[in-house]
């Protein structure tokens, strides 16, 4: 039996040594280390697979102990742990080499299954399979090549080194959220916490105490002071989700919190001062709002000032391979029991045929629907959802029908030429005379087509045409 990989945990916490030590030691030999000086003896002294450390030591920072890791040969998988959202080093993680950061707190186990993706992508471990391909992440979160997504992330970074009142408008499913974090991550204000609120999720008559606090007494059950977010925020990243479900009389106080940086808990009669960086994010038309009355005019230019678009899916169909690897890769560390497959041709071009009305959230479910119809096969056309075959179904027939046979040669030998002859037939009503001038072939030349692909004509006959 092969011995198990080494891995070298880093925290000055020992709580949250022992923790890992605890979710990890099933897969790896665990050594642990207190310390930038430990971790870097415990460099030299063995032969690790993976490092996980801390960003912030006492004595020095995790990006100093990545720094000496990457001198190794060969060199461990270098996982960072950062507080809350991440911290204005996380690009310079990964040019440094870093495999990818966790930020606290998180769940053990999602923990655990980068630890072991990157088990399989240390020194030594064989290539991802072919149809899986390599992620690119400019800005953490942002996951694509496309124009569109180049200058989305140019903008983010431009975004989040000021301090400006962000607002992110973009359909459901978009990834507004990773937007939002995206921002925080690389803005002044990511040693912070980031407080995230889904507006729509939170009742009406509860969203004014959550966001602002009470004093005690100021309502029956207000047993005590609570502070709200605004206040759990100071110094950090407050993020609306969805902010077009708030009241008026909540917009009224929200602008005043944004513009004067003091809130008043319910109840109270004192004022007390804040320092947060607001973003807030919608998917509906606030200007369309503003217009009908029912979003603040006043709030809305508070708002208005940094405006990040995120597109549709739809928008960047270039992504979809990329996006559609990442979410299997994900899968598989998820479980590492699960075989890592690829997408074929033919499924890649179902799916940038179909719309995506929900975005890159929709994209992710039918990824992993398909990958568990797949089972250990490359994801094929019938393995995708019905929703996405039927639309890429009726494009593709639209497609073929305009070629000549000729032409969807090379499509044909990719998926099969049944499928163009059958399209050929329908369009023509099944006159084969028609369908074979269509196609550019003598009608002798069709028929041997026909046998050949095991098609079997059906409406007019050459017999009935004549």
């Known amino acids: 039996m092969s011995e198990k990989p080494h891995i070298l945990v880093v925290d000055d916490r020992e709580n949250m040594v022992h923790l890992l030590q605890k979710v990890l030691r099933g897969d790896a030999t665990v050594h642990t280390a207190r310390s930038g000086a430990e971790a870097l003896a415990a460099l030299e002294a063995h032969a690790l697979a993976v490092v996980v450390c801390d960003l912030r030591m006492p004595d020095m920072t995790g990006i100093d102990v990545l720094r000496a890791s990457k001198r190794l040969s060969p060199a461990p998988a270098f996982i960072l742990m950062?507080?809350?959202?991440?911290?204005?080093?996380?690009?310079?993680?990964?040019?440094?080499?870093?495999?990818?950061?966790?930020?606290?707190?998180?769940?053990?186990?999602?923990?655990?299954?980068?630890?072991?993706?990157a088990l399989g992508q240390s020194a030594g471990a064989p290539s991802a399979p072919h149809g899986i391909a390599e992620p690119l992440e400019p800005v953490p979160g942002l996951l694509g090549r496309s124009a569109v997504m180049s200058q989305l992330g140019a903008q983010v970074q431009r975004v989040a080194s000021s301090e400006a009142t962000a607002l992110i408008l973009g359909e459901t499913g978009t990834g507004k959220e990773r937007i939002a974090r995206a921002i925080h991550a690389l803005s002044p204000r990511a040693r912070e916490r980031m407080i995230v609120v889904n507006c729509a999720a939170i009742p009406i008559e509860l969203l004014e105490s959550e966001l602002f606090g009470y004093a005690r007494g100021a309502f029956t059950g207000a047993s005590r002071d609570r502070a709200g977010l605004f206040e759990e925020a100071h110094q950090g990243t407050l993020f609306l989700d969805e902010i077009g479900e708030l009241r008026p009389s909540l917009q009224a106080k929200l602008t005043r919190a944004v513009e004067e940086k003091c809130i008043r808990r319910i109840g109270d009669?004192?004022?007390?001062?804040?320092?947060?960086?607001?973003?807030?994010?919608?998917?509906?038309?606030?200007?369309?709002?503003?217009?009908?009355?029912?979003?603040?005019?006043?709030?809305?230019?508070?708002?208005?000032?940094?405006?990040?678009?995120?597109?549709p899916l739809r928008e960047r169909k270039e992504d979809l391979e990329l996006l559609a690897s990442h979410f299997l890769r994900e899968r598989g560390a998820g479980n590492p029991s699960l075989p890592q497959v690829g997408i074929s041709a033919a499924a890649l071009e179902a799916l940038t045929k179909y719309d995506w009305p929900g975005n890159v959230r929709q994209l992710r479910a039918a990824v992993e629907r398909a990958s568990i119809e797949a089972g250990k096969e490359p994801i094929n056309v019938q393995h995708l959802p019905r929703e996405v075959t039927t639309r890429a179904a009726t494009e593709l027939a639209t497609s073929l029908t305009s070629m000549k046979w000729q032409e969807a040669i090379d499509f044909s030998r990719r998926d099969g030429g049944r499928r163009y002859l059958h399209a050929v037939l329908e369009r023509f009503g099944g006159r084969i005379a028609d369908a074979a001038a269509h196609a550019g072939v003598e009608r002798e030349s069709f028929y041997r087509l026909l046998r050949k692909y095991g098609v079997q004509p059906s409406g007019k006959s050459d017999e009935s045409e004549e």
């Open 82 to 117: 950062t507080a809350y959202a991440s911290v204005p080093t996380a690009i310079e993680a990964m040019r440094e080499g870093a495999y990818d950061y966790i930020t606290k707190p998180f769940e053990p186990e999602s923990l655990r299954a980068v630890v072991l993706s």
């Open 269 to 311: 009669s004192r004022e007390r001062s804040v320092d947060v960086r607001l973003v807030a994010a919608i998917h509906r038309d606030l200007e369309a709002m503003v217009r009908a009355g029912t979003f603040r005019e006043d709030l809305w230019y508070r708002l208005n000032v940094a405006v990040i678009r995120v597109p």
